[in-house]
């Protein structure tokens, strides 16, 4: 169709009207399809939303088993004055009344802040909570876990039931090597409880939920998913740590983590949060770990681990060349304790330990793991790397003390005025007073020794397990690794009453 120059305004206003139809139609649900002139009605476009992972049925048999837990403590009657503001309430005049206001206000007196504004004038303060986190039922009978660190310093507990109801606790036992407690509930009727799952079926990239209480806003539900396994997070001596990114935060402490089939697969102990709140790093204790010290807790309320009694640290790639290791893993023995059972047993500084009952050892922190999770008495095979072979040696566990104790070493001898120089490694040394080792005197800042920390007043003790006297000692072993086709020597190095193992390169021997 040709449309004609004057014609073309007319049309145009045409199409403008019949679209501006369509939109009106279209606004209100409807279509207009023009044909001809009469305009047909349509249905409004629906779309099939797709079928999504819901949590609602898990979360829905979960929760009733998810408390939060309540922690008071008794402190000193003091003149309510105001004076415990925060730092973001600094600048305020000198008034006690609007001080103490603002504060009750707020709610920074009583946590639930329903005390504010009740009246002015003094008050002593009664107990209140100074700690608030989460906790889940494990037994019928009312036995509860939560974290050591949010019932710590408490000496009442309360907790909160999914619906509401308050009810009296008692503490049953800790383990703050672990981070664990265990509570019990007295109560009429049977409590909704949850499993342990087998965590060594999760994997990263499961879905996970957390339930807990966090902010102290009541039961809260997150989800996401398994970012890591055996993380290290420098928290204890059994760091083992799931990692996963559900929104964790202040309040879910002690709270449970679950798997899609409702069991307990870790439990919220930790974040990574720069700001406060989370970013998305938060870490569990593992459900093997706490099924274990759970149980001892509610047996006697105390945990007792085995212990080897000796101090280690790990085998680095140069460590591992200097000994003829084939791999860096395993755990190297610095020294062992006169009173341990590993050193009754034979083991000693130097040797590095592979395996525990045919389990293999990567690193000390496995070691230590492998070690407590046996019974005090055990007999336990233990594997050593120990010059140049392996050899296995049977180890009656001791009872781990309540604090960790240390190995004991001679004292540390003075320097005499002589001293000699061991160039090829940076260093100066001078024998000890007892002629037992050689004293460093002086290091050289640019050597491969100052590069691993070895100082003056350090104490050469050994190299490649053979004891030195003086510094022919040291050349000769050194002149052996090469002979051998090593590229380092193993040093020991006593300092502060604690023995540790320096590799060095004897590139120039």
């Known amino acids: 169709m040709n449309i004609a120059p004057n014609s073309y305004p007319r049309t145009r206003k045409r199409l403008m009207a019949a679209a501006a139809s369509v939109a009106i ?266 099924k274990q010290v759970v149980q001892d807790l509610m047996e006697d309320g105390t945990v007792q681990r085995g212990w080897l009694g000796v101090e280690i640290q790990p085998v680095t790639s140069e460590i591992a060349e200097s000994l003829g290791l084939k791999s860096d893993k395993g755990a190297l023995v610095s020294s062992a304790q006169d009173d341990g059972p590993g050193k009754k047993a034979g083991i000693s500084a130097g040797d590095v330990i592979t395996q525990v009952d045919g389990k293999d050892v990567a690193s000390p922190k496995e070691l230590a793991r492998l070690i407590g999770a046996y019974q005090p008495g055990k007999p336990v095979d233990v594997t050593l790397w120990r010059d140049g072979k392996s050899e296995t040696v049977k180890v009656d566990l001791g009872t781990l003390p309540l604090s960790d104790k240390q190995a004991s070493a001679d004292q540390q001898p003075s320097a005499p005025p002589k001293a000699d120089t061991l160039a090829d490694l940076g260093l100066t040394v001078t024998r000890s007073d007892d002629g037992k080792g050689l004293v460093v005197t002086d290091v050289d800042p640019d050597s491969d020794a100052a590069d691993r920390g070895i100082q003056p007043g350090d104490v050469i003790t050994s190299v490649n397990s053979t004891e030195v006297n003086g510094t022919d000692d040291v050349a000769k072993a050194m002149a052996d690794a090469v002979k051998s086709g090593r590229k380092a020597v193993l040093m020991q190095i006593t300092r502060d009453n604690s023995n540790r193992f320096v590799a060095l390169p004897v590139a120039k021997g």
């Open 25 to 290: 139609a279209g606004a209100i649900g409807f279509g207009a399809v023009a044909t001809g002139t009469a305009p047909v009605l349509a249905e409004a476009v629906r779309v099939e939303a797709p079928q999504v992972p819901s949590f609602a049925d898990v979360v829905e048999r979960v929760s009733p088993a998810v408390v939060s837990v309540r922690v008071k403590a008794k402190i000193e009657s003091t003149a309510d004055d105001g004076s415990d503001l925060p730092d973001a309430f600094g600048n305020l005049p000198d008034d006690p009344q609007l001080r103490r206001f603002f504060r009750e206000f707020r709610g920074f007196g009583d946590q639930d802040g329903r005390d504010g504004m009740r009246r002015f004038g003094r008050r002593d303060r009664q107990p209140r909570p100074v700690a608030q986190g989460s906790g889940f039922f494990i037994s019928e009978d009312g036995y509860l876990v939560t974290n050591n660190h949010v019932v710590g310093e408490g000496s009442s507990f309360t907790v909160v039931m999914h619906d509401g109801k308050e009810l009296d606790a008692k503490l049953v036992g800790t383990d703050p090597r672990t981070d664990l407690a265990v509570l019990k509930v007295e109560g009429d009727g049977k409590f909704t409880y949850v499993d342990f799952a087998d965590d060594s079926k999760v994997r990263v990239g499961d879905w996970v939920v957390a339930v807990g209480n966090p902010f102290g806003l009541g039961g809260t539900v997150t989800a996401g998913i398994v970012s890591a396994r055996g993380r290290d997070i420098g928290a204890g001596p059994y760091d083992d740590f799931i990692q996963i990114d559900a929104s964790v935060n202040r309040g879910n402490s002690g709270g449970p983590t679950f798997n899609l089939n409702g069991q307990v697969v870790g439990i919220n102990t930790a974040i990574f949060s720069p700001s406060g709140g989370s970013v998305g790093i938060a870490f569990d204790i593992p459900a093997s770990t706490a």
